[in-house]
């Protein structure tokens, strides 16, 4: 059995973790490097730093913070945001991350998650799918981190995660994004139904907004992991509070 | 003296590098045939597939200088497969085999996802020297697909579906499944025994 996991999502501009909506109105928050080993003595099981600075512009990624985090960091930690080769997967973990996240650049080209899997190996390629109901179907959203660009992707969640695995992608973070940001719970739902269908691990993403919506998710989509950011960033959960609680309800978590 | 990390070709080797500085080692991530040879210690990370790792070896002259190594070895991940004989990825794939037994796919399960990717308890910890300090019910993150088989050599377990060799130690040559760089104190605790192992 593994325990499941709680995975803190940071956003992170030019090497800083950042808060506020994305592309406008960043506040500060601190050293990237500082605040991933102050999550890591909370007890985070795995962290997610998602670049907010290459992806809407094309840029190449400054890996420089990614090798800070792992200098510093003895848990394991993923990369997302503006990757879109497998040069630059590689060189996220040639400076030290375990694990690479790609998105819109999959829908653009989906064979990019067959060559990383063939050049890094599937443990490290994990494919970020966000996805919206719409007439009684679960649809693929691109482009989601920036509101004038945002788009439908034109495929069905449940085909293009099928797919993903099938190429060879290691884990599937599925980000439910009526839910992200409103705090009204994950989509259990949707989740469930994706679990249904995959063989490989399934990470929840968006709706986080109590103690309760961990130990739902994890009962009711059986999933391994569950992602979120503002709950975290804001205070409005500890981490050892949460564990405590998923514990104490019969939740297998590593304390 | 230092800790060779032998460098196979693309893949984690810098977390490995990193956890090993936080303790103070002298390491030097390296394909040069004689820099391994003259090395205190050795680890040998998990690359990509069994097949692909054990052709890099002979393609850089590495395979005897590692099957000889007579100092402290150890595998992480894929290295700890590599230990053993044969592994059926790759369509088959002829290992060091320092321990018997063949590398197996983890049957896909329902209720278990494959790869196994995560934060599993070790039990059922032998008294080894690289276990020092480690106790049963402490955490260590794995990420791996294929299986070791369970062999007299196994030295720590942990479950998953069915009982996961964890960890084995065969002579002066040992293993990790999990990845002692991202096991947060535990993991820690086995890299420094690991670097404190007489060499």
Known sequence: ?255 | MTTAIVLLGAGNTASVQFALERLGANVRVTSDATQIAEAERLILPGVGAAGYAMSRMAELGLTDIIKGFPRPLLGLCLGQQLLFAESEENGGATMLGFIPGRVTRMPVRDDLPVPHMGWSKLHTLSDDPILEGVKAGDYAYFVHSYVCPDTPTTIACADYGASVPAMVRSGNRWGCQFHPERSAEAGARILKNFLELPA
């Open chain 1, 1 to 255: 059995m593994t325990a499941r996991r709680i995975i803190p999502c940071l956003d992170v501009k030019d090497g800083r973790v950042v808060k506020g909506v994305r592309f406008e109105g960043h506040v500060d928050m601190g050293d990237a490097a500082e605040l991933a080993a102050r999550y890591r003595d909370q007890g985070a099981d795995e962290l997610v730093f998602y670049d907010i600075t290459a992806s809407p512009e094309g840029r190449t990624l400054d890996y420089g913070w990614v090798r800070d985090i792992a200098r510093l960091l003895d848990i394991p930690f993923c990369v997302a945001g503006g990757i879109r080769t497998v040069d630059q997967a590689a060189a996220c973990l040639d400076n030290g991350a375990d694990k690479v996240s790609i998105n819109s650049p999959a829908l653009e080209r989906p064979e990019l998650i067959t060559e990383m899997a063939e050049r890094l190996g599937s443990q490290c390629v994990v494919v970020g799918v966000d996805s919206r109901r719409e007439d009684g179907d679960y649809v693929v959203h691109k482009y989601t981190g920036d509101p004038n660009a945002r788009r439908l992707a034109g495929r069905r969640t449940m085909e293009w995660i099928v797919e993903a695995q099938e190429r060879g992608a290691g884990e599937i973070v599925l980000n439910c994004i009526d839910q992200d940001g409103v705090r009204r719970g994950y989509d259990t739902a949707q989740l469930s139904d994706a679990r249904s269908r995959l063989t490989i691990p399934l990470v929840a993403s968006g709706g986080a907004g109590s103690p309760s919506h961990f130990l739902d998710v994890f009962d009711r989509a059986n999933v391994s992991g569950a992602l979120a950011a503002s709950v975290f960033h804001s205070g409005q959960i500890a981490l050892p509070d949460l564990k405590a609680y998923l514990a104490g309800a019969g939740v297998e978590v590593r304390t």
